[in-house]
């Protein structure tokens, strides 16, 4: 199989006779998800666990094992085995790279600098260390059953020597406008997968770059719009119109595809933050009336930023001085607001959680 060579953009063969009734209905499912995000006091806070989520579901279409509560504990000093500690670790990687990627993007529009960026951070410590974190490849490589050699490969981007000519037009096209932002967005994520600049990593970064792009472009307040889960829940179909492009040139496959997921998710994405929103103003009542203390918000938005945690750590995270937060603690866990994961045991801290919150942000029982 030869190289993929990347279709010039912007793209002029799209069918928009049948994309047009899909523009609509995505642009307006976004707006009204825009609409409640601008409503949220302190997203990166409130809407952490989307945050968390994305990060787990992202990394878990690459083949990552780990779930959003395995996270958390670890994040708060828990122990697990070497294998699942490098799942982890990626999951960690990822949320720390959209972290990095939102601060540079509100400061300047995306560009392979920041990609290059984004990649090292992606890859820091973790299994694709050995796989030049931040450059883009030397090497030919290609997609197929393991141990596959390059002709039965189902993929073959382009050849490293040819990379940089495709990068700087892709590069030229996100700072471009297209016909519409959100078609212009589902372009830019497939032609950057197709391009394929890294050894590895390149999904995870492809995926990041959407909630990212959309922030440049205004179509959101804050870059807190996340497809993985529905990404995830239609792996087979999102690999097939992928590839459908590099085979058929099937753009306006891809592109309605991505509409669907955009209008869906964004659909969900808004029933699940009015859920949290509304769990926020019930606990915020409930909090104050068991302590009557003028910190009970700041223990409300340190529960929302992190709702498994050492007790050790809530003091510095809280900003509440440390006679207060004990007895906040244990008035929250006698009430079974707050449920214990690990006792404290000598030098060791308590590890707690938060299970409403957990529960209601991913949409099932958790803890």
């Given at each position: 199989m030869k190289p993929y060579v990347p279709d010039a953009l912007p793209l002029t063969h799209l069918d928009l006779v049948r994309l047009l009734p899909k523009i609509g209905p995505a642009n307006a499912a976004l707006a009204r998800y825009d609409g409640l995000l601008q409503s949220v006091v302190n997203p990166a806070v409130m809407l952490s666990p989307l945050t968390q989520r994305e990060a787990v579901l992202s990394s878990k279409i690459e083949g990552t094992q780990a779930t959003v509560d395995e996270v958390l504990e670890f994040e708060a000093g828990m122990e697990f085995d070497a294998e699942k500690t490098k799942d982890i670790q990626e999951v960690v990687n990822y949320r720390k790279t959209l972290t990095l990627a939102t601060a540079v993007v509100?400061?300047?529009?995306?560009?392979?600098?920041?990609?290059?960026?984004?990649?090292?951070?992606?890859?820091?410590?973790?299994?694709?260390?050995?796989?030049?974190?931040?450059?883009?490849?030397?090497?030919?490589n290609w997609i197929g059953s393991a141990g596959c050699s390059m002709e039965q490969a189902s993929f073959v981007p382009p050849s490293p020597l040819q990379l940089?000519?495709?990068?700087?037009?892709?590069?030229?096209?996100?700072?471009?406008?297209?016909?519409?932002?959100?078609?212009?967005c589902a372009v830019a994520h497939a032609q950057f997968e197709l391009i394929h600049p890294f050894k590895d990593g390149n999904g995870r970064i492809g995926r990041l770059l959407i909630p990212l792009f959309l922030f440049q472009k205004g179509a959101l307040a804050s870059p807190m719009f996340y497809l993985s889960d529905y990404l995830e829940s239609h792996r087979e179909m999102y690999y097939t119109r992928l590839q459908a492009i590099s085979r058929e040139g099937d753009w306006t496959g891809w592109i309605a595809f991505f509409l669907d997921a955009v209008a869906q998710q964004a659909q969900s994405n808004t029933t699940r933050v009015q859920a949290m929103l509304a769990l926020y103003e019930q606990m915020k009542g409930r909090i104050v009336e068991l302590t009557h203390s003028q910190h009970a918000i700041a223990v409300l938005?340190?529960?929302?930023?992190?709702?498994i945690f050492q007790s050790a750590n809530f003091v510095l995270r809280s900003g509440i001085p440390k006679q207060s937060a004990a007895p906040f603690l244990r008035v929250l866990r006698e009430t079974g607001i707050l449920r214990v994961i690990r006792e404290a045991s000598g030098r060791r801290a308590a590890v707690l959680a938060f299970p409403e919150l957990l529960n209601c942000a991913e949409g099932r029982t958790v803890l």
């Open positions: 509100e400061q300047r529009p995306i560009g392979l600098g920041l990609i290059q960026q984004m990649h090292a951070a992606l890859m820091d410590s973790v299994r694709g260390a050995n796989k030049t974190p931040g450059e883009f490849r030397r090497e030919q940089l000519d495709p990068l700087q037009a892709w590069e030229r096209y996100l700072a471009s406008n297209d016909v519409d932002v959100l078609l212009q938005d340190a529960l929302f930023d992190r709702p």
